[in-house]
């Protein structure tokens, strides 16, 4: 809870400007190493419940933010190359097997690895300078990126939002499982819901 109280003690001194530079550093391989990027937007989100933001403000700064960081970690990758990752890496003691896999993985698979990168705690900064250090066409790079950041955004916001209460139970999941399998349950269920409201005969507010 230290980390949670640290970090939205600073959404209340510094709002929407915290959150977009904190989102953006994190995406930047180099900085993104110290920032706590599993909390972040959930704590956003948290906050957001308390009525200190505004929910809806959250995701698009918090989009915006991880957006303009996953370019500049493309473009470090692009004009460093695959060494320039690798000085990075060493320099922050991060595990050189779990970037060499993410790099097999990319050669073989480079959209979907920038897409699911973004639910990868403690690489998904380098994923995208993987994808300029291997060329990836910046259009194909963009929408992955971008398809990525939104719903990785939205996801963590809403659980922070209507979970945050339970946030040791809900870092303890993340730290288990990962990201992706939370995020995809909560994203199911909100569809279901949706498409429920949705059907014909289904009662309306």
Do not use: C
């Not at 599993?38 to 809806?56: C, K, M, Y």
């Not at 003691?93 to 993410?102: I, K, S, T, V």
């Not at 380098?126 to 929408?143: C, D, K, W």
Request: aromatic content about 14%; overall charge positive.
């Amino acid at each position: 809870m230290a980390v949670l109280e640290t970090v939205q003690s600073l959404f209340i001194s510094y709002g929407y400007y915290f959150l977009f530079f904190a989102t953006a550093l994190e995406n930047i391989p180099v900085i993104g190493a110290f920032m706590p990027g599993e909390v972040i937007v959930v704590a956003a989100g948290f906050t957001a419940a308390s009525g200190e933001l505004e929910l809806s403000k959250v995701i698009l700064i918090a989009t915006g933010g991880a957006f303009i960081g996953s370019n500049i970690s493309y473009l470090m990758g692009r004009w460093g190359g695959r060494a320039l990752i690798e000085r990075i890496a060493k320099r922050l003691r991060m595990d050189g097997d779990r970037l060499d896999a993410a790099d097999r993985y990319f050669s073989n698979h480079g959209p979907i690895t920038v897409f699911v990168g973004r639910y990868m705690s403690g690489i998904k900064a380098f994923i995208p300078a993987l994808a300029g250090a291997h060329h990836m066409p910046f259009g194909r790079f963009l929408v992955f990126s971008s398809l990525g950041i939104i719903t990785w955004t939205i996801a963590a916001s809403l659980l922070g939002f209507y979970f945050g209460q339970n946030w040791g139970a809900l870092m303890r999941v993340f730290k288990a499982v990962g990201w992706l399998i939370p995020a995809v349950i909560l994203l199911g269920a909100l569809a279901l819901v949706y498409f429920r409201r949705r059907r014909p005969g289904s009662k309306r507010d």
